[in-house]
């Protein structure tokens, strides 16, 4: 079975760039997420799809990071503009609903640097 | 307000050696505990995950427990290795809404 795939693996921008990161979920899986892992830190929640429905977006910096799922399979984040404490590692993680509740699986992360 | 708090930040231990790691949890409802390895540059892996009623429970060489009475869990690692060398971040659950209460992990660094 493939895993959440996340591409690109690496960006680095400068401050007030703009920058999109793509994840693709398990096939299946209804529940997307995105996550901000800042160094040191654990995985912070960002936003939470079910379908192409956003679920929670209430730790969304919403004046300059959206999300968007339009057929419920692929997702990507933007950021724009970028600033520099946006620096951090976004992890994009998937759940199938009616199993394990919850179980989610991560994708390898995209690693983001500001400069 | 929802928190996990893990020690030690992080561990250095030889190859072979046992380490505990902990995770203690004010996390409320509680759903369950599950235990993560993330290894540099990947994502997290799950490792164990626990409901209120269990215990113990174990993956190979890592045994975690959970006394939901004190709210406090640990990790087990037996007979080291190499590849242990990760983060270890231990995660809470919300009963209900099944929010996710993240720690910030235990850097394990296994020596030769």
Known sequence: EAGVAQSPRYKIIEKRQSVAFWCNPISGHA?????????????????????NGVVDDSQLPKDRFSAERLKGVDSTLKIQPAKLEDSAVYLCASSFRGTDPNEQYFGPGTRLTVT | KNQVEQSPQSLIILEGKNCTLQCNYTVSP???????????????????????????????????????????????????????????????????????????????????
């Open chain 1, 31 to 51: 529940t997307l997420y995105w996550y901000q892992q800042i160094l040191g830190q654990g995985p912070k929640l960002l936003i939470q799809f079910q379908n």
């Open chain 2, 30 to 112: 509680f759903s369950n505990l599950r235990w993560y390895k993330q290894d540099t540059g990947r994502g997290p892996v799950s490792l164990t995950i626990m409901t209120f009623s269990e215990n113990t429970k174990s993956n190979g060489r890592y045994t975690a427990t959970l006394d939901a009475d004190t709210k406090q869990s640990s990790l087990h690692i037996t007979a080291s290795q190499l590849s242990d060398s990760a983060s270890y971040i231990c995660v809470v659950s919300n009963f209900g809404n099944e929010k996710l209460t993240f720690g910030t992990g235990t850097r394990l660094t296994i020596i030769p």
